[in-house]
T-cell receptor, first 111, second 116 residues
Framework: QKEVEQDPGPLSVPEGAIVSLNCTYSNSAFQYFMWYRQYSRKGPELLMYTYSSGNKEDGRFTAQVDKSSKYISLFIRDSQPSDSATYLCAMTGAGSYQLTFGKGTKLSVIP | AAGVIQSPRHLIKEKRETATLKCYPIPRHDTVYWYQQGPGQDPQFLISFYEKMQSDKGSIPDRFSAQQFSDYHSELNMSSLELGDSALYFC???????????????FGPGTRLLVL
């Protein structure tokens, strides 16, 4: 079993919909959680970074962390066709330099 | 804002050849990370350097080596290339913080390596 599980999708939604992306993890040492967006043939782009349970909002994006359940989520409000990409969750523990990624969820927002 | 620069962007090699990938971190960033992403896969951590010293090591084959230079750029050297080495190689950089162990990593555009 991978340390980080993420449904690869693909996920297809109409423009304007609320998108919910999720990851679960098994390693209790993970303390820092990130969401990256990756367009085809491009490098991952950091979207959100959190280190505590609760919600963090940035524009149309909300990251949610529930450490007790080892579950993280990314919500995208008013989704746009430009949001079409693969979304990767990533996490790491204190004192670690390496990120452990989920497999990524491919999202398509249909105009 | 300046981003992570990687070169070359594309590289074609034959089996058993050698390849060198270069990474130039964001200015003032002192930590560099290398990741390998196979087709349809998530990025896998290879190795990282902080202040020119190896800081962490992941699933990097013995055929690969890397180093960070005095100007903080890094090179990933890959020898005896195999077909399975064909992948996207990403470099990321960060600035070490003093109050937490976690530094936000910013990724470059990647080098696409094809081994024939």
């Amino acid at each position: 079993q991978k340390e980080v599980e993420q449904d690869p999708g693909p996920l297809s939604v109409p423009e304007g919909a609320i998108v919910s992306l999720n990851c679960t993890y098994s390693n209790s040492a993970f303390q820092y959680f990130m969401w990256y967006r990756q367009y085809s043939r491009k490098g991952p782009e950091l979207l959100m970074y959190t280190y505590s349970s609760g919600n963090k909002e940035d524009g149309r994006f909300t990251a949610q962390v529930d450490k007790s359940s080892k579950y993280i989520s990314l919500f995208i409000r008013d989704s746009q066709p430009s949001d079409s990409a693969t979304y990767l969750c990533a996490m790491t523990g204190a004192g670690s330099y390496q990120l452990t990624f989920g497999k990524g969820t491919k999202l398509s927002v249909i105009p | 804002a300046a981003g992570v620069i990687q070169s070359p962007r594309h590289l074609i090699k034959e089996k058993r050849e050698t390849a060198t990938l270069k990474c130039y971190p964001i200015p003032r960033h002192d930590t560099v990370y290398w990741y390998q992403q196979g087709p349809g896969q998530d990025p896998q951590f290879l190795i990282s350097f902080y202040e020119k010293m190896q800081s962490d090591k992941g699933s990097i084959p013995d055929r690969f080596s890397a180093q960070q230079f005095s100007d903080y750029h890094s090179e990933l050297n890959m020898s005896s290339l195999e077909l399975g080495d064909s992948a996207l190689y990403f470099c990321a950089s960060s600035l070490a913080t003093t109050n937490t162990y976690q530094e936000t990593q910013y990724f470059g555009p990647g080098t696409r390596l094809l081994v024939l």
